[in-house]
Nanobody
Framework: QVQLVESGGGLVQAGGSLRLSCAASGSIWRFGSMAWYRQAPGKQRELVASIRDGGSTNYADSVKGRFTISRDNAKNTVYLQMNSLKPEDTAVYYC?????????WGKGTLVTVSS
């Protein structure tokens, strides 16, 4: 069964860093465009960053210069390096990706940034 599993969330102080990982498992023959979304309490889910098959990236304005998305195609894994974290970055972070012929979501990992 194809699935995405996130890891790396946790509690960090403002100004700190975290690296999230999202690994695709199962029988993967296409590891396509991948993205990170986040949803803060009481807010809608929003796109944080995306990376296409060829490596081109896109970021939300709120994270530009602080977050970096990357991918390791050999490991079917995508990463989100988050630096200079702010309390407003607190949210559940979800991985989304095009795997094989479908679109999949992970279950999310909680990031809490204390002031």
């Amino acid at each position: 069964q194809v699935q995405l599993v996130e890891s790396g969330g946790g509690l960090v102080q403002a100004g700190g860093s975290l690296r999230l990982s999202c690994a695709a498992s199962g029988s993967i023959w296409r590891f396509g465009s991948m993205a990170w979304y986040r949803q803060a309490p009481g807010k809608q889910r929003e796109l944080v960053a995306s990376i296409r098959d060829g490596g081109s990236t896109n970021y939300a304005d709120s994270v530009k210069g602080r977050f970096t998305i990357s991918r390791d195609n050999a490991k079917n894994t995508v990463y989100l390096q988050m630096n200079s974290l702010k309390p407003e970055d607190t949210a559940v972070y979800y991985c989304n990706g095009e795997l094989n012929l479908g679109n999949y979501w992970g279950k999310g990992t909680l990031v809490t940034v204390s002031s």
